[in-house]
């Protein structure tokens, strides 16, 4: 699997042909242009931003999930599970491509019993939020991690040098979510390229280099 960072919350996840969009930016909100994306799926996971709500630069005829619930697309199985909190929607999707499993926390919220039951089975790799208007304290952040167990952790929604956006000043940087989870010389990459063999046995911080490319209003 490869999987790439666009920027906040938007990933690129491409496995066995094919490929999936979480969070697809909005240029207009965001001033971050994606490159030419087709996908096969794409998640939106929360209804509260229109940073995620730029589907029309997605080609493919993408099966696009926006609720809570099960799925399954091109034999991808995705479970879409509610993690709302003081009015604002958020689904947290986790998308099983045949035994390698990715989660996409979103703006978490609150996370239900249910995540960290049998249900989801392993987390291969969980894309976790740092910053933003509706998510949680890094505190809350670490126990969700713990609680999932993780092989791969890749921080999202934190403020970075390669992202340019007025939206980004909002965001706060990784330091103090790596100091909370113990981290202090994280793995950083451009791809995280990943086979289920080749997972660490124990838990793993990967910092992405966001690939979206920053572009005047």
């Not at 490159?35 to 996971?45: L, Q």
């Not at 604002?88 to 926390?105: I, M």
Request: charged fraction near 25%; proline fraction near 7%.
């Amino acid at each position: 699997m490869d999987i790439n960072w666009y920027g906040f919350s938007c990933f690129r996840l491409r496995e066995r042909g094919v490929t999936a969009i979480c969070d697809p930016l909005n240029r207009k909100a965001t001033g971050i242009q994606l490159p030419r994306i087709r996908a096969d799926i794409v998640t939106i996971s929360s209804g509260s931003s229109a940073l995620a709500e730029g589907t029309d630069g997605v080609s493919g005829e993408p099966k696009i999930l926006r609720g809570p619930g099960d799925y399954e697309v091109k034999q991808v199985l995705v479970t879409g599970l509610p993690t709302s909190q003081n009015g604002t929607r958020n689904v947290a999707f986790f998308l099983d491509f045949a035994g390698l499993t990715v989660g996409h926390l979103g703006e978490l919220g609150q996370v239900p019993a249910s995540a960290g039951g049998e249900e989801l089975g392993d987390i291969d790799v969980l894309l976790a939020p740092v910053s933003g208007p509706h998510v949680p304290d890094v505190s809350r952040i670490a126990e969700v991690i713990s609680q999932l167990d993780p092989r791969i952790v890749v921080p999202m929604q934190y403020s970075d040098k390669g992202i340019r956006s007025e939206q980004s000043e909002s965001l706060e940087p990784v330091d103090r979510f790596l100091k909370e989870l113990g981290i202090s010389d994280p793995e950083v990459a451009d791809t995280l390229r990943l086979t289920k063999s080749g997972l660490p046995e124990e838990t793993q911080v990967v910092l992405l280099r966001p690939t979206g490319t920053a572009r005047p209003g």
